[in-house]
């Protein structure tokens, strides 16, 4: 009898041990999806359909992922994030397309889901080619949903800069440098008067950048950066260089959910 309850005791252990390991497991990788825009027919490889966004949402959700917030990532990056939240996944969007108020907005709404959204902050309420931008009355009403975030993706220059940057020989010294400057602080000072709220993550144009580009924003003030690099963030991951996983025409529900599942889930 002794030996039966030894055993059971051991066996009980066991399991405690291995479901503890997954709850760490489930925490310990953070997934940054990257949507661009969402219009029916999709026009673009990076572009899914209104019914496509709203099916990688709820299978996300199905699938025991928690969306979080630009205050939680920044916590997760930090290591403090709390654990009651499992398997989180931050939502992104480059650009700033109007589609995003007309489609995402409801179905953060419906779904309680936080969503972030990096902006060309020159092309606020414009329409320079196909595809018209959030207006200034959109952002505030996505902001005071308290369920969207708000960064920048340049003022204007949403370009591959470090080119520019290199055909000036590189280095601390390039006239390149000094634009730069001008402009993260005019798409910074543009986004704090439309929210009311500092701007303090930025998502760099096609993903380039170099270590005088993170030096100028961080002097700027911006404390998270957002990158085109490939991967899943840990606690301790540079926040100056978060990687992200982009999401396009192709992906469902399932493919999307296998994405944010990464290496180690």
Not at 14 to 42: C, F, G, K, W
Not at 64 to 69: N, V
Not at 129 to 135: C, G, I, N, V
Not at 219 to 225: A, D, I, Q, R
Request: aromatic share 10%; with cysteine.
């Amino acid at each position: 009898m002794k030996r039966y309850i030894y055993l059971i005791t051991i066996i009980l252990l066991l399991l405690t041990n291995i479901s503890l390991a997954m709850a760490a497991e489930d925490n310990r990788l953070l997934p940054v999806l990257v949507y661009h825009h969402i219009q029916d027919p999709v026009k673009s490889d990076v572009s899914c359909t209104p019914s496509m966004f709203e099916a990688h949402m709820i299978a996300l959700k199905d699938a025991g992922f928690t969306p979080i917030t630009i205050p939680q990532t920044r916590s997760f990056l930090a290591g403090t994030l709390t654990q009651s939240i499992k398997k989180p996944v931050l939502i992104t969007f480059d650009d700033g397309y109007e589609s995003l108020y007309k489609y995402a907005l409801p179905v953060s709404v419906k779904l309680r889901v936080p969503m972030t959204v990096f902006i060309i902050t020159s092309r606020i309420g414009q329409k320079p080619q196909f595809s018209a931008y959030l207006t200034e009355s959109q952002i505030k009403e996505m902001n005071a949903s308290g369920l969207w975030y708000f960064g920048s993706h340049s003022h204007n220059l949403h370009t591959e800069s470090t080119k520019i940057y290199n055909a000036f020989g590189g280095g601390k010294v390039n006239p390149l440098l000094d634009e730069l400057r001008a402009d993260l602080v005019a798409s910074s000072k543009c986004l704090e008067n439309i929210t009311g709220v500092p701007t303090e993550i930025i998502a760099w144009p096609y993903g380039k950048f170099n270590s005088e580009y993170t030096a100028i924003a961080r002097l700027v003030g911006y404390k998270m950066h957002f990158t085109s690099l490939y991967g899943y963030n840990e606690p301790g991951t540079n926040p100056y260089s978060i990687k992200r996983i982009p999401v396009s025409a192709r992906d469902t529900g399932a493919s999307v959910v296998k994405k944010c599942r990464g290496r180690q889930r």
